[in-house]
C-alpha cells in the first residue's frame, strides 16, 4: 500500500516584498508599519533627519517614492498633504495614477534630486495626487497579485510567437490599467505583434523596457560565490561597466568561471577595491625593470602590494624568490641608473621563499585527497 506523502504547509510568498512591504497591505486599514528599513537597494539612509532645523525653514515641496525592484522617483506634494516615510500615496502617471511607497522626505530629499540630475524647477515632476484611499490600495492588492501569472503567461505568448527574447518581470500599474514588460534579448526584438496579443489577452496598456543582464540578476536575486545574498539584488542600484583591466591589477587568476557571476558577466565586486589598488600602487616601480646587481640580473615574480613588497628572482634561478621593500627596489634601479651595481639582492631582502614542485602526485587545484584524509 502506497502512502501519499504530505505537503508541507509553506506560507504564501509575499508579492509585496520587492516593494519593500514586509507584509501585505490590508484594505481599509492605516497600513502603519509594513514599510521597514533593511538591506535593500531602495532604501536610503536620511542623514538630516535628526538635525536641528534653522528658523524661518520651509520643508521642500517633495517626497521620493518606491515602487517595484528598482524603480524609484521623485514627486511634487503640496503643504495639505503631509506625508511620511512609510505612507501609501496615489501618484499621478501617464495615463491614470500609481501606487507607491514613500521613502524620503525634508532636506534630503533636495540633496538626492541634485545627485540625480533632477531639475526642481521643471514642470516634467509629477504630482502626489493624495494618501491612498481604501479604493486605492484594494485596486494595488488586485493588480499586484496578477504579477506572476501575467509573466508566466506573457512567455508562453512569447515562445509562440517564436521571439528570441525572456520576460523575467512584470509591474502593474497601482490602478491596474497599465503593465511594464521587463525582458532580456541578445539582438533586436519586433514585439509589435507581440503588444497587440498581450494587450488583448490582458486588457491593459502594455509597456516594454529592455533590460541588461546585470539588471536580470538583480531583479531574479540569488546567493553569490561569497555565501551572500547578490549586491545587485540588496543594495547596489547603478551599474558601472567592468573591465579584465581591474582583475589584472588586484592580481587575480584570469579564470572566467571564477570572475563571472550569476549574470554571466564580470562580477561588480571586482571594482570595489580597484581604487585602493590603483593608489597603493602609485609608489610601485614598474615591474618590466629588470635590477642588475654583480651576482646577476633579477627578474620580478610576484607583488604583495598592501606589505609593499616586491618578489625578485634571479634569471637563472627562478625557484628562489626574495621579498624586496618597495624602498629598497627603488634605490636599486636608481642605482643601476647611475652605473652602480649592489653586491646581490639577498642583503636587501626581508624574506626568502624556495619555490617547490609537489612531489606527491596531488595537484594545486585538486581537492579529491581530502575524501581521503
Not at 117 to 126: A, H, L, Q, V
Not at 145 to 160: D, G, P, V, W, Y
Not at 360 to 371: A, R
Request: charged share 30%; net charge negative.
Amino acid at each position: 500500500m502506497e502512502e501519499s506523502q504530505a505537503k508541507p504547509n509553506l506560507p504564501e510568498p509575499n508579492p509585496f516584498f520587492s516593494r519593500g512591504c514586509t507584509k501585505p497591505p490590508r484594505i481599509g486599514h492605516k497600513n502603519d508599519g509594513i514599510y521597514s528599513h533593511r538591506c535593500s537597494k531602495l532604501d536610503t539612509f536620511d542623514w538630516m533627519q535628526k538635525l536641528p532645523l534653522s528658523a524661518g525653514y520651509s520643508p521642500p515641496d517633495f517626497v521620493e517614492v518606491r515602487f517595484k525592484n528598482c524603480r524609484k522617483d521623485f514627486f511634487r506634494t503640496t503643504p495639505e498633504v503631509e506625508l511620511k516615510v512609510g505612507d501609501i500615496v496615489a501618484v499621478e502617471a501617464s495615463p491614470g495614477h500609481d501606487i507607491g511607497i514613500v521613502s524620503m522626505t525634508g532636506e534630503t530629499v533636495r540633496f538626492q534630486m541634485r545627485n540625480r540630475g533632477f531639475d526642481s524647477c521643471s514642470e516634467e515632476i509629477r504630482k502626489v495626487y493624495r494618501r491612498a484611499r481604501i479604493s486605492d490600495v484594494e485596486k494595488w492588492i488586485t493588480a499586484v497579485q496578477l504579477e506572476n501569472t501575467t509573466m508566466f503567461k506573457s512567455r508562453e505568448i512569447a515562445e509562440t510567437l517564436g521571439l528570441s527574447m525572456k520576460i523575467n518581470d512584470v509591474e502593474y500599474q497601482g490602478d491596474n490599467t497599465k503593465a511594464i514588460f521587463y525582458y532580456t534579448a541578445d539582438d533586436r526584438v519586433d514585439f509589435r505583434e507581440l503588444i497587440k496579443v498581450l494587450a488583448e489577452e490582458f486588457k491593459v496598456r502594455i509597456e516594454m523596457k529592455q533590460i541588461g543582464a546585470r539588471q536580470e540578476a538583480g531583479r531574479l536575486g540569488g546567493i553569490g560565490s561569497c555565501g551572500r545574498e547578490l549586491c545587485c539584488a540588496t543594495w547596489l542600484s547603478h551599474f558601472q561597466s567592468v573591465t579584465t583591466q581591474a582583475a589584472r591589477v588586484q592580481q587575480l587568476s584570469l579564470n572566467p568561471q571564477k570572475l563571472a557571476g550569476q549574470c554571466s558577466k564580470l562580477k561588480c565586486c571586482l571594482n570595489f577595491e580597484y581604487e585602493n589598488y590603483l593608489d597603493a600602487l602609485k609608489d610601485f616601480p614598474d615591474t618590466d625593470t629588470v635590477l642588475k646587481t654583480k651576482k646577476g640580473e633579477a627578474v620580478h615574480q610576484k607583488t604583495d602590494i598592501f606589505n609593499k613588497l616586491i618578489w625578485y628572482s634571479y634569471a637563472g634561478n627562478p625557484g628562489n624568490q626574495m621579498a624586496i621593500p618597495v624602498e629598497r627596489v627603488i634605490q636599486v634601479i636608481e642605482q643601476n641608473k647611475k652605473g652602480i651595481l649592489p653586491e646581490n639582492l639577498e642583503d636587501l631582502s626581508k624574506s626568502t621563499e624556495q619555490k617547490t614542485d609537489f612531489e606527491n602526485g596531488i595537484e594545486p587545484d585538486d581537492l579529491s585527497y581530502l575524501d581521503h584524509s
